[in-house]
């Protein structure tokens, strides 16, 4: 039987409010966060513009936690130094858009954290097959990057199981952990963590809760597919 592994949560600061930042991402921390998860879009890769280096390098000052740097760039390549350099504790890019993928991955790994890379919702699971061995996370997008609030693709649960069982089949499940990111709710977290995801992104769930600490708390509780 394989050992369970308690659910990662990683609220989105693509939720809190940009004039309080710093209020907010310390709130989801006294609630439990376990990570802050920082989406980085280009206004390119994807049609949204967010964050870039300076709020990384600001939240790296008053974070206690790990800043899980999704980077929604058309040229991870070129620009994952500025976000390491930045602070981020891991930093995932899509496995669509990065040139080298494999060159990508060892520079970062290099540089002391972990690592990670992306999924769309359209891209092949197949397509992170051969960088799984040297990475820490596996993304996959249960919805089209671009913007927070939007619902979860439900085929995301089939391509959670699908990943989960070619990891096991490999034996790297134990290495490898599949995050899941986009209308994370009570619902949806429990289907991808039954179906072998343990790190939930979590942005309107938690952020706009009444209790954030019961929303972390609730994401954390869920039963792990390796439980059974």
Same mark, same amino acid.
């Given at each position: ?6 659910? #990662? ?36 890769? &994807? ?25 929604? &760039? ?27 993928? $494999? ?27 051969? *960088? ?7 993304? *996959? ?50 289907? &991808? *963590? ?13 952020? $706009? ?8 708390? #609730? ?10």
């Amino acid at each position: 039987m394989l050992t369970p592994r308690r659910v #990662i949560v990683a609220p989105s600061v693509l939720s809190a409010n940009p004039l309080f930042f710093g209020r907010d991402v310390e709130a989801v921390e006294r609630a439990g966060a376990d990570w802050h998860h920082v989406d980085v879009m280009d206004g390119h890769f &994807v049609p949204n513009l967010t964050f870039g280096p300076p709020l990384i390098k600001e939240l790296k000052k008053v974070s206690k936690i790990p800043l899980d740097v999704h980077i929604m &760039v058309s040229n991870p390549d070129d620009v994952a130094m500025s976000y390491i350099e930045a602070g981020a504790d891991l930093l995932v890019f899509h496995i669509e858009a990065a040139k080298d993928a $494999k060159k990508l991955v060892q520079t970062i790994r290099s540089k002391g954290i972990m690592v990670g890379v992306a999924l769309n919702p359209a891209t092949p699971i197949e397509s992170v097959y051969e *960088v799984a061995p040297l990475v820490d996370v596996i993304m *996959v997008m249960s919805v089209h990057p671009g913007f927070g609030g939007q619902s979860f693709i439900e085929n995301a649960v089939v391509r959670v199981k699908t990943l989960h069982d070619w990891l096991v089949a490999k034996k790297m499940d134990g290495k490898v952990r599949i995050e899941v990111d986009g209308g994370i709710n009570e619902e949806t977290g429990r289907l &991808v *963590v039954e179906a072998g995801a343990s790190i939930l992104v979590a942005g309107t769930f938690v952020y $706009k809760a009444r209790d954030q600490g019961q929303a972390i708390s #609730i994401l954390k509780s869920m039963p792990s597919c390796n439980a059974k």
